[in-house]
């Protein structure tokens, strides 16, 4: 895997190559069927790796989550199976890809890790902890050790408040060190994102979209938390400024030693950044493994068709 994601590869897997397309087009031609039942290789990619003794950060245990939608009756309301028998690990130290076109259940996933989905059925376990429905003190204990970064970094940041007051703002809550300490630790955070000192009196409108990202990576650093999960951090970006921010990640993932959950709809994306892959497909996981196995070797029709996707916007014959 190569240290740094270079901004052209960056720009080629990101400019919005239509992959919904490319996946119609395989299923028309009978290379995909997204109705079959699983097979053995699916069966397979549905269960996690055994723990060898390490205590995974975070735990999905055959969890699903099934929406009612206001279309269908009222006797017959529609669902949608978001997600389906996922489990899921995240251990110390280790960045876990997921990926998948939209709406295969990524966010469903990450708001599940994060608290913001109970699950309809199945388990989450944080540090071997039983927390599937999650009291306030567990909340607020695990919003200490669990950052997530979302995919709009204006939607993330108050826009009233100025940069300082928005890194300062979760340690106060934590009541993370002294005054002084903590005013320290907002310098030493917007160095780490490598934004200039000048930014810290700004407000969120006066950054720009790149430069408002950092800011939201600083914010979920602050309490050191031993993991992150980034929900598509670089897809409302500029296409000039997502080599950046993911580089940055990959750096600070090494320098701190972090976990990861990585989300991207787009494989190259996730490829760079991850150690497995999840590759998911309409809530269900179709393939999993180390990222250089998966990305390699394939086994799933699904993936062939995503990593196929990528490369046929510079070579339109490809994956045909
Ligand atoms: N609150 C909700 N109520 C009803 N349906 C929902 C809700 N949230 C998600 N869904 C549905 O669940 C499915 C999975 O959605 P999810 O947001 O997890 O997909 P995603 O993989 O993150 O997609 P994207 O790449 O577009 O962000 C979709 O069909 C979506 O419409
Ligand atoms: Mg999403």
Redesign the pocket.
């Known amino acids: 895997m190569s240290d740094s994601f270079n901004l052209k590869s960056a720009e080629a897997a990101s400019a919005d190559l239509d992959m919904g397309d490319a996946l119609e087009r395989d299923a028309q031609a009978g290379r995909i069927d997204f109705d079959a039942a699983p097979t053995d290789q699916e069966i397979e990619a549905q269960k996690e790796r055994p723990d060898n003794g390490q205590t995974p950060i975070f735990f999905l245990d055959d969890v699903s989550v099934t929406?009612k939608?206001r279309t269908g009756s009222l006797i017959h309301p529609n669902r949608?199976k978001?997600v389906q028998h996922l489990s899921l690990k995240l251990f110390p130290g280790e960045t876990v890809g997921i990926v998948?076109e939209?709406?295969?259940?990524?966010?469903?996933t990450a708001n599940v890790i994060c608290g913001l989905q109970v699950p309809t059925s199945g388990s989450v376990y944080f540090e071997g902890e039983d927390v599937t429905r999650r009291t306030a003190s567990q909340r607020f204990k695990i919003g200490a050790k669990l950052s997530v970064v979302f995919q709009d970094p204006a939607t993330a940041l108050n826009a009233r408040m100025s940069i300082h007051d928005q890194l300062m703002d979760p340690m106060i809550v934590h009541k993370y060190g002294s005054e002084q300490e903590r005013e320290e630790r907002v310098h030493e955070l917007i160095g780490m994102v490598g934004l200039p000192e000048s930014v810290l009196a700004a407000l969120p409108g006066q950054l720009s979209g790149g430069q408002r990202q950092r800011v939201a990576i600083a914010r979920a650093l602050s309490l050191k938390p031993t993991a992150i999960v980034a929900d598509?951090p670089t897809s409302a970006l500029d296409v000039s400024v997502r080599a950046q921010i993911l580089n940055l990640l990959m750096d600070l993932k090494k320098e701190l030693n972090l976990s990861m959950i990585f989300i991207s709809?787009d494989i190259q994306t996730v490829r760079y950044i991850s150690d497995r892959i999840v590759v998911m497909n309409k809530g269900r996981v179709v393939e999993r493994g180390e990222a250089k196995q998966v990305f390699e070797h394939p086994q799933n029709a699904y993936t062939k068709t995503l990593l196929g996707a990528a490369p046929s916007l510079l070579h339109p014959d490809m994956g045909k």
């Not at 939209?102 to 469903?108: A, E």
């Open positions: 929406f939608t949608v978001a998948g939209s709406g295969c259940g990524k966010s469903t598509e709809h």
